[in-house]
């Protein structure tokens, strides 16, 4: 099992900065974890996911360049650093993970855990 929690969310105008992180625990490791946000009335999307073993990132095309997605092997903590925040940003923001790596990080089918979300709101 895995539990994910985030931190971080919270309130800011638009152009701002926020860092949210989420701390897992459990003993599973996992390969792969992700952001992935839900505005209101529209579908979960995904934001950003990372692979554990290599650092690598990988970015929704419309976010690359305003948020990067990080991870601290010592915490086992997953950032998302997240700049020039638009009203378009706001959302709930999960954390999700999967022990095993997956291609179709850009799915939500892709994940087996999943934290509580924390809500970003960006005000214009």
């Known amino acids: 099992q895995v539990q994910l929690v985030e931190s971080g969310g919270g309130s800011v105008q638009a152009g701002g900065s926020l860092r949210l992180s989420c701390a897992a625990s459990g003993g599973t490791f996992s390969s792969l974890m992700g952001w992935l946000r839900q505005a209101p009335g529209k579908e979960r999307e995904f934001v950003a996911a990372?692979?554990?073993?290599?650092?690598?990132?990988y970015y929704a095309p419309s976010l690359k360049g305003r948020f990067t997605i990080s991870r601290d092997n010592a915490k086992n903590t997953v950032d998302l650093q997240m700049n020039n925040l638009k009203s378009d940003d706001t959302a709930v923001y999960y954390c999700?993970?999967?022990?095993?790596?997956?291609?179709?990080?850009?799915?939500?089918?892709?994940?087996?855990?999943w934290g509580q979300g924390t809500q970003v709101t960006v005000s214009s």
């Open positions: 990372i692979r554990w073993s290599t650092g690598s990132p």
């Open positions: 999700a993970a999967r022990v095993q790596w997956s291609p179709r990080f850009y799915t939500d089918s892709a994940y087996d855990y």
